[in-house]
């Protein structure tokens, strides 16, 4: 199976050719949205479709249970986009319709779980299937460098055009945990939980000698914040409700069996020049 990190794929690449396009104004309308995320269903069926099989789409669903143990979780990211100059509403708004259009049309696998992640998704279905079956992600995100811990499991980055290897994914899930992730709002083992959400407030240093240590030994006193962390970013630690839950949707039979819905929704939405790769979705 392929496993599409759908929102970090889809961002990625849009703004990849916004910075390209010379129409900035009108860059971000619905159709060139729709465009751009087709276009990239496509591209990754006809890459490695061959190798690896069907498409699984997997998406955020709103707040996830994260936040129930960690308030701060990614709390920052969405302050930053707020306080951006792109109307992100309007991207994500596209976004949630067109991934209903491709779950109704479309012959793929759409996964969007209520309370849980694309993260948690991915994660669920390449350790439950590793073993019967190729997995390969499609995201350029570290965070799945530990499912390299099972046999099976590939890693591609759409960012850097090529695959990301984990020579010991074990040992980069401890230091992972050990340095925390600030880009999800997530401190090292040595600061607060509040540090990324207070107004100059720092995280303590953490030299790679401490961590080396400590992936040997994590201090009682820090055992806390240790356990803070490996909540967040192990996968280990998705709740077993949640897993069963990512689990049962993905065994509901698909609401297209073909591909006989195609050409009409090409036509509908005046894709024409997707219309000519159409054998190719």
Not at 35 to 52: A, E
Not at 94 to 117: A, G, L
């Amino acid at each position: 199976m392929i496993l599409i990190d759908n929102t970090q794929i889809i961002l990625s690449t849009i703004f990849t050719q916004y910075s390209y396009s010379e129409n900035k104004e009108e860059f971000f309308s619905e159709n060139t949205v729709r465009h751009i995320v087709l276009n990239t269903y496509r591209m990754y069926k006809q890459k490695f479709g061959g190798t690896y099989g069907k498409l699984v789409i997997c998406d955020d669903a709103g707040d996830s249970w994260r936040k129930e143990s960690f308030p701060y979780y990614k709390a920052a990211r969405k302050k930053k986009r707020e306080d951006g100059d792109h109307d992100w509403s309007v991207i994500f708004d596209s976004m949630n319709r067109i991934r209903t259009e491709v779950r109704e049309n479309f012959p793929y696998k759409v996964m969007c779980v209520n309370r849980c992640e694309a993260d948690d998704v991915i994660a669920v279905l390449a350790t439950k299937y590793h073993t019967t079956e190729k997995v390969l992600i499609i995201s350029s995100d570290k965070d799945f460098q530990q499912l390299q811990r099972y046999p099976n499991i590939k890693q591609y980055s759409p960012v850097h055009k090529n695959f990301i290897y984990c020579e010991n994914p074990l040992n980069f899930l401890r230091e992972h945990v050990l340095r925390g992730d600030a880009s999800d709002g997530i401190p090292n083992i040595l600061s607060d939980s509040d540090t990324f959400v207070i107004d100059n407030k720092r995280q303590k240093p953490l030299s790679q000698k401490k961590i080396d240590i400590m992936k040997e030994n994590v201090p009682e006193h820090l055992e806390e914040n240790y356990q803070r962390n490996k909540l967040l970013v192990d996968f280990t630690m998705i709740p077993p409700n949640y897993q069963q839950i990512i689990l049962d949707e993905y065994n509901k039979p698909p609401e297209v069996q073909g591909r006989e819905k195609l050409f009409n929704y090409f036509m509908k939405h005046n894709l024409a020049s997707l219309m000519e790769t159409l054998e190719e979705f």
